[in-house]
Nanobody, 119 residues
């Protein structure tokens, strides 16, 4: 069983910073295409930032220049440094990854971590 465990969410004032972490744990062969999505009530989950299958980085236009995604492959961990946070960044942030285990490949989601930005 594979689990994506997120941490680092919380309440911050506009202009502040937060760093989210997501670690893949369990029995698996690889965790790739790790990234972050976010969702607000009544809206679809949207991509924030991710590592693509060919190791490029994609960012949503709304976070370019403010958010930075990074990873530690040895620890199967992905990070999201969020600077200059705005109230519109308030959402539940979800970690995602493509997991390969002995039975094949599948997508996995974390449980979500709340980020609240006050004005």
């Amino acid at each position: 069983q594979v689990e994506l465990v997120e941490s680092g969410g919380g309440l911050v004032q506009a202009g502040g910073s937060l760093t989210l972490s997501c670690a893949a744990s369990g029995r698996f062969l690889s965790a790739s295409s790790m990234g972050w999505y976010r969702q607000t009530p009544g809206k679809q989950r949207e991509l924030v930032a991710q590592f693509t299958t060919d190791n490029r980085i994609e960012y949503a236009d709304s976070v370019k220049g403010r958010f930075t995604i990074s990873r530690d492959n040895a620890k199967h961990t992905v990070y999201l440094l969020m600077n200059d946070l705005k109230p519109e960044d308030t959402a539940v942030y979800y970690c995602a990854a493509s997991i390969l285990d002995g039975n094949g490949g599948f997508g996995s989601w974390g449980q979500g971590t709340q980020v609240t930005v006050s004005s």
